[in-house]
C-alpha cells in the first residue's frame, strides 16, 4: 500500500482499526457497513463505524463517529484518515467521505490531509482533503484555529 507519510507501523494500525469498526457497523438499512480511522497529532488512532436510524437522516457516518472519539480523547488535529467500504472492486466505487464528513475533516485536518481507501480485502486509492473538497470553508475563515 502506499500510506508514503506514515510508518508501516501506524498504516497497519489504522487499517486494522477501521476493519474492525466496519464489522460494528450498525447498518441494517443501508446494509453498508463503514469502518474509519483517524491518526491524531498524538500518534493515537481512534475509530468509529456507521450507525443508522429508523430516521434516515440521524444516522451518523463513520468518519463523523471517529472523529468525534478523536475530540472525546482531547484532539482537534487529525494527520490521516483511512476509511473502509464494501462499494464494489471497481475504482468509481471506492469509500470516499460523503460531502458533510469532508466538512467535517476541514475542521480538524489541513489541506494536505491524507485520507485513505481500502475494503476488507485490498487497500485503493489516497486523496488529500483539498483535492475532494476545494476552495472548502473552515475554521480559518472565521478567525478560529481548531
Ligand atoms: O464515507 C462514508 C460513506 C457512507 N457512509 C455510510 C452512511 C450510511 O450509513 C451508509 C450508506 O450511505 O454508509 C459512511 O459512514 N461513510
Known sequence: MHLTTLTESQQQALL??????????YAPYSRYPVGAAVLDDLGRIHAGCNVENAAYPEGVCA???????????????????????NGGKHKSAWTTPCGG?????????????????AN????????TLVQLLPEGFGPDHLGAQA
Open 63 to 85: 468518519e463523523a463517529s471517529a472523529l468525534s472519539a478523536m475530540v472525546l480523547a482531547g484532539s482537534t488535529r487529525a494527520r490521516a484518515v483511512l476509511v473502509v467500504g
Open 16 to 25: 486494522s482499526a477501521a476493519r474492525a469498526a466496519q464489522r460494528q457497523a
Open 120 to 127: 476488507d480485502e485490498t487497500t485503493g486509492p489516497s486523496y
Open 101 to 117: 464528513c469532508r466538512q467535517k475533516l476541514r475542521e480538524f485536518g489541513a489541506p494536505d490531509l491524507p485520507i485513505y481507501c
